[in-house]
């Protein structure tokens, strides 16, 4: 075998341990097979999946969240997640809005099952990404919770 050869086969192999490695890694915390989060985590308050609870990590920047089991303190859980377009920004007149219509359903079923005497309230966190020379407006539905 040839030293191209070789090296070439040891690239590929590297490569493929890279990515195979990178495939094991979770990308975000702990979840049971249900999906719920099974230890406390910092992450990006962007990725945080519908059922998650949490507390903003800072009062200044919400950007950043601690996941922790439910049946753990926290000040909120998601209720709902999607996405708005410039055309559903627009017939609401704004992005706050806009996620207040999609997220009414959720906040009203979610409002629904709440203990009695507990009055929750809802909130929103908003993110915009590029994709395809397009703004897309990306919104999480929170409602404040408590510990159960």
């Known amino acids: 075998m040839t030293h191209r050869i070789r090296v070439a086969i040891a690239l590929a192999v590297a490569a493929a341990s890279v990515v195979l490695l990178s495939a094991?890694?979770?990308?975000?915390?702990?979840?049971?097979?249900?999906?719920?989060v099974t230890e406390t985590m910092v992450i990006g308050s962007t990725t945080m999946e519908v059922g998650d609870c949490f507390t903003f990590a800072s009062a200044t920047d919400l950007s950043e969240?601690?996941?922790?089991?439910?049946?753990?303190?926290?000040?909120?859980v998601?209720?709902?997640?999607?996405?708005?377009?410039?055309?559903?920004?627009a017939a609401a007149d704004t992005?706050?809005?806009?996620?207040?219509?999609?997220?009414a359903d959720a906040f009203a079923a979610?409002?629904?099952?709440?203990?009695?005497?507990?009055r929750p309230t809802q909130e929103f966190i908003i993110a915009t990404v590029e994709r395809d020379g397009a703004t897309i407006t990306l919104y999480t539905c929170v409602a404040t919770d408590q510990p159960g």
């Not at 094991?24 to 719920?36: F, K, L, Q, V, W």
């Not at 601690?66 to 909120?76: D, E, I, K, R």
């Open 65 to 76: 969240v601690s996941v922790t089991p439910c049946a753990l303190t926290h000040s909120y």
């Open 95 to 103: 992005v706050q809005n806009a996620a207040s219509v999609a997220c």
């Open 110 to 118: 979610f409002k629904a099952v709440a203990p009695e005497g507990v």
């Open 24 to 36: 094991c890694a979770p990308p975000g915390p702990a979840r049971d097979a249900n999906g719920r």
């Open 78 to 89: 998601v209720i709902g997640k999607g996405e708005l377009d410039a055309t559903a920004v």
